[in-house]
């Protein structure tokens, strides 16, 4: 059974810095993609960004490119996400999610993944 457990959420002040962790557990090979999406209060969850396992590729969406990281340590199968110069609009409550890919490239699965976390929710002060 697939599972991800999302954790590392907390109050951030605007300018910090965050790391978020996905705990994996059920994949049996490495056809798989792992993302991270978000949902800020009234408005509808948006995938941020997404990394192949068998290639490491990545893609991020415009909003956090440049200032987040995706990356897998496969010695515990968890994934990370790290974003930095945090803004107030990134305050959201944060979902680890993952899928099976046949492809090099993740940016059309970013959104629609089928497997999630429960989220761990970010706060971002001014």
């Known amino acids: 059974e697939v599972q991800l457990v999302d954790s590392g959420g907390g109050s951030v002040q605007a300018g910090g810095s965050l790391r978020l962790s996905c705990a994996a557990s059920?994949?049996?090979?490495?056809?798989?993609?792992f993302g991270w999406s978000r949902q800020a209060p009234g408005k509808q969850r948006e995938g941020i960004g997404c990394?192949?396992?068998?290639?490491?590729?990545?893609y991020y969406v415009d909003s956090v490119k440049g200032r987040s990281t995706i990356a897998r340590d496969h010695t515990n199968n968890t994934v990370y996400l790290d974003m930095d110069s945090l803004k107030p609009e990134d305050t959201a409550r944060y979902y680890c999610?993952?899928?099976?890919?046949?492809?090099?490239?993740?940016?059309?699965?970013?959104?629609?993944?089928?497997?999630w976390g429960k989220g761990t929710l970010v706060t971002v002060s001014s």
């Open positions: 999610t993952a899928d099976l890919i046949y492809s090099d490239s993740c940016n059309l699965l970013v959104s629609g993944m089928d497997y």
């Open positions: 059920g994949f049996t090979s490495d056809d798989y993609v």
């Open positions: 990394i192949v396992i068998s290639t490491g590729g990545t």
